[in-house]
């Protein structure tokens, strides 16, 4: 049981690629998140989807988009990478979204150059 | 606005010292409350949670926190911490609503000196 997996681990790009990160989890779960992480700043939503089939911008959605595959997988896509996207991204996942509880994933380290 | 505060961005402590780690929320209604652990290069970890019931909360590691409506805080605190604690720690809100959105605070660095 992995639970939360990530891919990939580490990714460095120039400014204006594209890339998708991958997230996919095993525990059924319905609703799932990413999360971008930045030194002070904590942790902030970009995106979320509360079951299959439905997604919904977070807080910090600008410059991201993303689709949620099947239930399994959550992808975040990055159309034109900018130096302000450099983070840490989690992804995470919940049994419901009005389960409290989120699982979180090993994450992404982003540098846009 | 909704907004969880932890004011101390970086604890310092020996060894076998008592720690607290402050966190305050702002006022709602209903409330759900929690603590990750974030060890280096890792993901996040659910440390304790406080959905409703006893206001002192146990968790892992020897990890305890007490929930506080009248203050509006939730601060963490352990006994005697280890080398091994040193991690970030972020305290995280859900207020009641339809979704299940946690909003993190800024974290704080605990740092356990031998």
């Known amino acids: 049981n992995a639970g939360v997996t990530q891919t990939p681990k580490f990714q460095v790009l120039k400014t204006g690629q594209s890339m998708t990160l991958q997230c996919a989890q095993d525990m059924n779960h319905n609703s799932m998140y990413w999360y971008r992480q930045d030194p002070g700043m904590g942790l902030r939503l970009i995106y979320y989807s509360a079951s299959e089939g439905t997604t919904d911008k977070g807080e910090v959605p600008n410059g991201y988009n993303v689709s949620r595959l099947n239930k399994r997988e959550f992808s975040l896509r990055l159309e034109s990478a900018a130096p302000s996207q450099t983070s840490v991204y989690f992804c995470?996942?919940?049994?419901?979204?009005?389960?409290?509880?989120?699982?979180f994933g090993p994450g992404t380290r982003l540098t846009v150059t | 606005a909704q907004s969880v505060t932890q004011l101390d961005s970086q604890v310092p402590v020996f060894e076998e010292a008592p720690v607290e780690l402050r966190c305050n929320y702002s006022s709602s209604v209903s409330v759900y409350l929690f603590w990750y652990v974030q060890y280096p290069n890792q993901g996040l970890q659910l440390l304790l949670k406080y959905l409703s019931g006893s206001t002192l909360v146990k968790g892992i590691n020897g990890f305890e926190a007490e929930f506080n409506k009248s203050q509006t805080s939730f601060h963490l605190r352990k006994p005697s911490v280890h080398i091994s604690d040193t991690a970030e720690y972020f305290c995280a809100v859900k207020y009641g609503g339809a979704t299940n959105k946690l909003i993190f605070g800024t974290g704080t660095l605990l740092a356990v000196q031998p």
């Open positions: 995470a996942s919940s049994p419901s979204d009005r389960t409290y509880e989120q699982y």
